[in-house]
C-alpha cells in the first residue's frame, strides 16, 4: 500500500492506494499533529510500503511525521516547491516560499490540462495560473469562507453554509443575520474568482480551463460563471505526478481525474468582463 498524506495546518487528510492496482482502499482526515499514532490517527503503518507527503504544517510537525515514517516505513517521499518541475516553471521570486499544496494543484492541473487556473478552496481560497507551455504566473490567496464568517465575530461561526444550497439561494440578499453573513461571504468569494478568473485570462490572452479543489469546493462550484471541473484529489494528483509509483502513474495517469470541460471562448471572458466593469 501506498500512503498518502496532506499535511494542513489544523487538518491533515490521507488516503491509501494499492501499489498494484493503482486503487484507492480508504481515506480520512485527523486534526493536525506533531507525534501521530498509527492505526489511529494514520493507518497501520505494517501494510504501509512507500509515504508521499505535501506539508504545509509547521517545520516540527514534518520533522516529526518523516522521522516517525522512516523509521517504520523508511521509504519516505516529501514534496517540495522548487524553481521548475514537470514542465512548470515556478512564477514566485523565490519558489520555496509557493505553498508547496498550491504548487502540486499547478503541477496536477497542468499535466491534466496543459495549462489551467488551479483553485483551492479551503482555510484560504488560493487561486493559481499556468499558462500553456508551463509557466505558472503566481496566484492570488483570500479568506476561505470559515475565515471570513470568523473575522466578523458575530457568533455565527458554528453555522454553516449548507453545501447541497442553490447557488440562487445562497446569492439573494440574507433575512437573517446568520443568512445575511453566509450569503454575504459565498458573494465575496465567488465574485473574487470570477473576476480574478476573467481579468487574468484577458491579460495574458487565453481562456484557461478552471479546476476547484478543497473542502469548499462544491459549494464555491456552484456560483462560477464558467465552466469549470471539480477534483477533490488535485493534491494527490501532484504527489502522484512528482513521485509516480504505480503502473497507472507511471503512464500519467491521476487518480480520480475529472474530464475537463473546455473553457468558453477569450471573446466571451472579454465581453463579460467589459459588462460588469460597467455596472
Known amino acids: 500500500?501506498?500512503?498518502?498524506?496532506?499535511?494542513?495546518?489544523?487538518?491533515?487528510?490521507?488516503?491509501?492506494?494499492?501499489?498494484?492496482?493503482?486503487?484507492?482502499?480508504?481515506?480520512?482526515?485527523?486534526?493536525?499533529?506533531?507525534?501521530?499514532?498509527?492505526?489511529?490517527?494514520?493507518?497501520?503503518?505494517?501494510?504501509?510500503?512507500?509515504?508521499?507527503?505535501?506539508?504545509?504544517?509547521?517545520?516540527?510537525?514534518?520533522?516529526?511525521?518523516?522521522?516517525?515514517?522512516?523509521?517504520?516505513?523508511?521509504?519516505?517521499?516529501?514534496?517540495?516547491?522548487?524553481?521548475?518541475?514537470?514542465?512548470?516553471?515556478?512564477?514566485?521570486?523565490?519558489?520555496?516560499?509557493?505553498?508547496?499544496?498550491?504548487?502540486?494543484?499547478?503541477?496536477?492541473?497542468?499535466?491534466?490540462?496543459?495549462?489551467?487556473?488551479?483553485v483551492d478552496c479551503g482555510s484560504a481560497i488560493t487561486i493559481d495560473f499556468v499558462l500553456p507551455g508551463g509557466r505558472h504566473l503566481g496566484g492570488y490567496i483570500l479568506p476561505g469562507l470559515r475565515l471570513m464568517k470568523e473575522s466578523l465575530k458575530l457568533g455565527t461561526r458554528n453555522v454553516a453554509i449548507d453545501p447541497d444550497s442553490e447557488a440562487e439561494e445562497l446569492l439573494a440578499p440574507g433575512r437573517r443575520t446568520v443568512e445575511a453573513v453566509n450569503h454575504g461571504i459565498y458573494m465575496a468569494a465567488v465574485s473574487a474568482i470570477n473576476r480574478v478568473y476573467a481579468e487574468v485570462c484577458d491579460m495574458e490572452g487565453v481562456a484557461l480551463p478552471l479546476l476547484l479543489t478543497g473542502g469548499d469546493a462544491r459549494v464555491v462550484s456552484r456560483g462560477l460563471q464558467v465552466p469549470h471541473a471539480v477534483w477533490p484529489d488535485m493534491v494527490y494528483g501532484g504527489l502522484e505526478a512528482c513521485f509516480p509509483l504505480t503502473a497507472a502513474e507511471r503512464a500519467g495517469r491521476m487518480s480520480g481525474a475529472p474530464r475537463v470541460p473546455p473553457p468558453v471562448s477569450l471573446e466571451k471572458i472579454r465581453a463579460g468582463l467589459a459588462f460588469s466593469m460597467l455596472l
Open 1 to 118: 500500500m501506498i500512503l498518502d498524506l496532506d499535511i494542513g495546518n489544523t487538518l491533515t487528510k490521507w488516503r491509501l492506494k494499492d501499489a498494484d492496482s493503482s486503487e484507492i482502499r480508504s481515506r480520512g482526515a485527523v486534526w493536525t499533529r506533531e507525534e501521530w499514532r498509527p492505526g489511529s490517527d494514520i493507518p497501520d503503518l505494517d501494510i504501509v510500503e512507500a509515504v508521499r507527503i505535501s506539508s504545509v504544517a509547521r517545520r516540527a510537525v514534518l520533522e516529526e511525521t518523516v522521522a516517525l515514517l522512516q523509521r517504520q516505513v523508511g521509504n519516505v517521499h516529501v514534496a517540495r516547491s522548487t524553481p521548475e518541475a514537470l514542465g512548470v516553471a515556478n512564477g514566485y521570486e523565490e519558489p520555496e516560499r509557493l505553498g508547496v499544496d498550491r504548487w502540486l494543484g499547478a503541477l496536477a492541473g497542468y499535466q491534466l490540462a496543459g495549462g489551467c487556473c488551479a
